[in-house]
């Protein structure tokens, strides 16, 4: 932006008027920058100066970057100024304001907002019923988004696969998946192909509810299909496993994408090392443990976290000292989550011996790094 300005300062010089284009590019610049209070000062002088009047691009771009900071008031009084002008607001600025509201679970605004567009003749299309479906879902009301869903198509209103898959995701995050498998098969209905994120979002709903098998069955036809199965699609699989303490099949996941190449992430070691401990296999968690750095993937500190709740848990204290000096002298600072772990293993262990001597204080420098 220094250097836009910079250009700007030289069209002056050079005796050039700026354009309304000029002038919507550079508040752009503000509004990617994050600098609203910049974009609505330049804004405003392009209305004083009267030489040069914003257009509906100008207006939609500044109401956009108010949506983005959550300032709805700002965002709908630039649009009643828009409606005293010439430069009257169209379906782009009432979609973006709508989405924000329903965002910002607005809901009797945005509708009001919706009817008020409607009123003027201007009529919805597929982002404005995407805001609508979105909105309604995250209030539950799945009667009402799926009304909504079939009346966006008798109106010959066809959603895209990215807009498909928002309804979805959220249908299967609430653990709505017969209903996410209707959106599925509509969209094959209607010639719209599903793609990687509208699989994994099924298969993290059939998680979610414990359907490990229709789970897998998904996966299997994101195989069969040719789909680009990645590292997200094996962690969703793979953390619905562990959740349900299926380890053995975990792992042969992890073995099978490092066989197709497939490098697993941090995400995904930390998700069975958890899902070791949670089944009392600290063996095969540390064991785990020590084949992820060997692959030249670094523990975080919430790896070490887990690893080390799951041996206070299960009362393997020396081993948790020695991990923790191990988690110091690789510079792998220590949270708040890591210190209440170790600060409880001591505390109950000591309810437990009936002893009002801990444990950890038994190691001088333990003692003084837990009580300060």
Known sequence: MGFSLSVLGKFFKLGLEPSVFTFTTLINGFLLENRVVQAAELFNKMINAGNCQPDAVTYGTLVKGFCMKGNNSAAIQLLRKMEEGACKPGLVVYNTIIDSLFKNKLVDDALNLLSEMMSKGIAPDVSTYTSLIHGICKLGEWKEAKRLLNEMVSKSIFPDVRRCNVLVDTLCKEGMVLEAEGVVEMMIQRGIEPDTVTYSSLMDGYCLRGEMSKARKVFKLMLSKGSMVD??????????????????????????????????????????????????????????????????????????????????????????????????????????????????ADQDFAVSEKTNQPLIKSDLRWGRIIYG
């Open 231 to 344: 590292v997200i699609c094996y962690s969703a699989l793979i953390n619905g496993y562990c959740k349900h303490k299926m380890m053995d099949e975990a792992m042969m996941l992890l073995r099978e994408m490092t066989c197709k190449g497939l490098v697993p992430n941090i995400a995904i070691y930390n998700t069975l090392v958890d899902g070791y401990c949670k089944v009392g296999k600290l063996g095969d968690a540390q064991q785990l443990f020590s084949e992820m750095q060997a692959c030249g993937q670094l523990p975080d500190v919430q790896t070490y976290a887990i690893l080390l709740d799951g041996l206070c848990k299960n009362r393997q204290i020396s081993t948790a000292i020695q991990l923790f000096k191990e988690m110091e002298g690789k510079k792998v600072d220590a949270d708040i989550v890591i210190y209440a772990i170790l600060i409880k």
